[in-house]
């Protein structure tokens, strides 16, 4: 295993002597690393939320839109979360009923939310 001591833009590396005979002699080479930093584009990408890449869109998301803004937001995520567990009971319930395992299930609820969130319900 080779420990690399890095500097602004050099970093030293063991010579291939070194790592070979397994002595303690210090000598290191030093490789010239070059980088290439471009002020147009960050360096990492900035941390993304998770949300509905739909937002806005479907059907349904208007009048999503709409009780959200009646019952206040706190309220309608209390409800969604039930409506969203109550769905589940139900795909788990017919699963149950026609014998599939679980993991076709947890496919089944993947797939209710896949095409909730295109029909606007989580909006």
Not at 14 to 31: F, I, L, Q, R
Not at 100 to 111: E, T
């Amino acid at each position: 295993m080779a420990a690399a001591v890095s500097f602004s833009r050099v970093r030293a590396l063991p010579t291939w002597s070194n790592s070979v005979s397994g002595s303690g002699d210090s000598s290191y080479s030093v490789v010239a690393m070059s980088r290439r930093r471009s002020s147009a584009r960050p360096l990492r990408s900035p941390a993304r939320m998770m949300g509905n890449v739909n937002a806005g869109k479907g059907l349904f998301a208007p009048l999503v839109v709409v009780a959200r803004n009646i019952i206040g937001r706190k309220r309608f995520n209390q409800l969604r979360g039930k409506a969203i567990a109550l769905h589940s009971q139900v795909i788990t319930e017919f699963c149950k009923t026609i014998g599939a395992d679980s993991k076709q299930r947890q496919g089944l609820i993947r797939l209710a939310k896949k095409n909730g969130e295109k029909l606007g319900f989580l909006a």
